[in-house]
């Protein structure tokens, strides 16, 4: 039976007429009918679970609406054939390209699904993101955003913020953070980048991360960064990077020390895990107060972490031996599918 295209959900797209426009798109479900229109005209591709490809298609109007059930998008480097994105009646929308367009502003408070984001190299001052709990993966690079609300997006892994007007980043509610490029953000201090380094996720135990806060040795504001207390973002295991090269930001000079938030950890209250050395452990959490601060030690492996009413984000924590411990007041445990990891549970 062939497939209808489904005209409730589309994609608006402020264009200059008479202009090529590159667009690629891809679905959850093989051979998914889209439309393309633009004044009189029309286009019908079909698209599968792959990319299609970047094709281009005529405006005949400062409007094009891409109607069907597309799951991916991307409609980059249109420059300024492209000034305006309407992505509100697409909720299904999980990655979306839009970089190097001409872009005064992006709403994305209707698309809750949206695990991907790239909206780099437009002209974008505000970016709410609190709708977009499912994001993993977000660059804004090179827009004009002068504060970024990160708190709502605990799945967030890689970020790259660089080349912005930002003048503070707290990332303390992304512990599953692995990379930051902050680079060419001439208004962060030294006490803003500070404050920063002390927000970052505890990485001990996994992998290490990367933060990028400077291009590289010869950039305006190296004088800020080598004056910041590097060592705080290390002991947490992450290494401070030239985004350029990625090679290591010399020893800094800096001795501002990090407020302790996690002394508050109810030490009196625990569950003991048996699991096997080495493994890693998948956990999530959750607390009868928001702003709950736990401690997961594993032999020499200690992370601290702040958890809330609502489930914090399945997470790994490796096992340095036989035995790990949660400390705090969690009142949900979630610790499924660890398989033979996982040998034994005291709660008591």
């Not at 492209?82 to 001409?102: A, E, Q, R, Y």
């Not at 804004?140 to 503070?168: F, Q, V, Y």
């Not at 956990?283 to 489930?311: E, P």
């Amino acid at each position: 039976m062939t497939q209808t295209v489904n005209t409730n959900r589309f994609i608006s797209i402020n264009v200059v007429k008479g202009q090529q426009i590159k667009l690629d798109f891809a679905a959850d479900q093989a051979a998914t009918p889209v439309k393309i229109v633009s004044g009189s005209g029309e286009y019908n591709p079909t698209v599968g679970t792959s990319w299609s490809g970047m094709q281009n298609y005529l405006a005949d109007d400062s409007v094009m609406t891409v109607y069907g059930d597309i799951t991916k998008f991307d409609c980059s480097g249109n420059y300024n054939n492209v000034t305006g994105i309407d992505l509100s009646h697409n909720t299904i929308i999980t990655w979306f390209s839009c970089g190097k367009n001409s872009l005064q502003d992006l709403i994305v408070s209707s698309n809750k699904a949206l695990k991907e984001l790239y909206c780099y190299n437009n002209s974008i001052k505000t970016l709410n993101l609190d709708s977009t709990t499912e994001l993993t993966k977000l660059s804004c690079a090179r827009n004009s955003i002068s504060s970024l609300d990160l708190s709502h997006n605990k799945k967030l892994k890689w970020l790259n913020c660089s080349d912005n007007r930002l003048t503070g980043l707290d990332v303390s509610s992304n512990i599953l953070l692995e990379k930051i490029i902050c680079h060419k953000n001439n208004s962060l201090s030294t006490q803003a980048l500070d404050l920063l380094y002390c927000s970052l996720p505890d990485r001990t135990g996994t992998f290490s991360g990367y933060i990028e806060p400077i291009y590289d040795d010869s950039s305006p504001n190296d004088s800020v960064v080598l004056a910041t207390n590097s060592q705080n973002a290390l002991d947490k295991n992450w290494k401070v990077k030239y985004a350029f090269d990625e090679t290591d930001i010399p020893a800094t000079t800096g001795s501002y020390t990090c407020t302790t938030l996690h002394d508050s950890v109810n030490m009196d209250r625990y569950i003991t895990l048996t699991v096997a050395d080495g493994a890693y452990i998948y956990l999530d959490f959750k607390a009868a107060a928001d702003n709950t601060h736990i401690r997961i030690v594993s032999g020499s492996n200690i992370q601290n972490i702040t958890i809330g009413t609502d489930w914090l984000s399945l997470a790994s924590y490796i096992a340095d031996g036989t035995e790990m411990k949660i400390y705090g007041d969690v009142t949900v445990l979630d610790c499924r599918n660890n398989g033979a990891n996982i040998q034994a549970l005291d709660v008591t």
